[in-house]
């Protein structure tokens, strides 16, 4: 491939990381901690490329005719197909300026094969240990990772006749329907799920990937081994809601 060709790619690749990173949408594939690295990386990209191109300026260099010559010489020998392949690298960069893939969701947890956050511990049996009181106040927002922890492994039963208030999106089964949240260590492919199981009326018209609020009381004891520790939630309210700006927990 071409110097020129070597330095617009650079530059598209990181000005596809510098837009990600200011509009937002890299919290789609990564947690908040990892924009300062995006930017710093796509910066770094485009001014190693506006250096050498600058370079090649000051230089006068042309379009090289000893790469021209390299080129014809591959194509030549059945190699061409190896610098025009080179060119495929820019399809992503494309995808990223024109279709921004979209955050995770109810395929990729049907597609988890039932993995929770709690499935890893399906082996062994769960120790309870005792969890801090929540909150006073008659609706408690939590985390849907904090409701099936506290669900599996709290020894006070603290959910207990509690109502608490959850966000996530919709994910259907054949008989069941899930509010659910994606948790990442690092970026979406680490992210496994946490899931409540609803229980309520107006559950039919709930669609997959609809973002919703629910409050309600999660059900005692219903998160067991057999379910993968998924608790259900008895809803009391429900409404539709815009997908947040960071998906994940």
Sequence with gaps: MRREAQNILLILFGGALLEIAVNGTYLRYVKPTQQPW??????????????????????????SVDEDTSLVADATSGHGHRTRSTWMLVLPVLTIFLVAPPALGADAVNRSN?????????????????????????????????????????????????????????????????????????????AFPVKTKLDGANLSALKNDEWIETTGIVAPDSATSANGYTPTLAMSSLRQIPAPADPYE
Excluded: H, W
């Design 38 to 63: 995006l930017i710093v990386a796509g910066a770094t990209m485009v001014v190693l490329a506006v250096v050498a191109i600058a370079k090649d300026i000051r230089a006068g260099r042309p379009s």
């Design 114 to 190: 039932g993995r929770t956050a709690a499935s890893g511990q399906n082996q062994r049996a769960i120790v309870k240990t005792y969890f801090p009181p929540l909150p006073a106040g008659a609706v408690v927002p939590m985390p849907v990772s904090e409701v099936v922890t506290r669900a599996s492994s709290d020894a006070t039963n603290s959910l207990n006749g509690r109502t608490v208030a959850l966000t996530g999106f919709v994910v259907r089964t054949k008989a069941d329907v899930y509010l659910v949240r994606l948790v990442i260590a690092c970026c979406a492919a680490d």
